[in-house]
Nanobody
Framework: QVQLVESGGGLVQAGGSLRLSCAASGRTFSSYAMGWFRQAPGKEREFVAAINWSGWSTSYEDSVKGRFTISRNNAKNTVYLQMNSLKPEDAAVYYC??????????????????WGKGTLVTVSS
């Protein structure tokens, strides 16, 4: 069983930056693919970014490409989402996700095995 705890959410002005963190329990973190999803009020949860077990492969939703960066530190059992140039439409609850499969396709194609409880990001215009 893996527990995921997100942090780093908050209120930021449009154009600003935030860095989300997700701390994972367990000794096999380095074998998991990790990802971030978000859900805005009244909308379905959507994929944001994913990173494979080694950190060498990443994928992003089109609207965040060039603005968001996902990374991981396997020694710290933590995955990050650096969010720059934030827009009001980025406001949502952001969820951390983990997949037993180490590859990003598992994150992107309904293969998530574990979810965090989310952290709220608010972007003021």
């Amino acid at each position: 069983q893996v527990q995921l705890v997100e942090s780093g959410g908050g209120l930021v002005q449009a154009g600003g930056s935030l860095r989300l963190s997700c701390a994972a329990s367990g000794r096999t973190f380095s074998s998991y693919a990790m990802g971030w999803f978000r859900q805005a009020p009244g909308k379905e949860r959507e994929f944001v970014a994913a990173i494979n077990w080694s950190g060498w492969s990443t994928s992003y939703e089109d609207s965040v490409k060039g603005r968001f960066t996902i990374s991981r530190n396997n020694a710290k059992n933590t995955v990050y989402l650096q969010m720059n140039s934030l827009k009001p439409e980025d406001a949502a609850v952001y969820y951390c996700a983990a997949a037993n499969s180490g590859e990003i396709t598992a994150i992107m194609k309904n293969g998530v095995d574990y979810w965090g409880k989310g952290t709220l990001v608010t972007v003021s215009s």
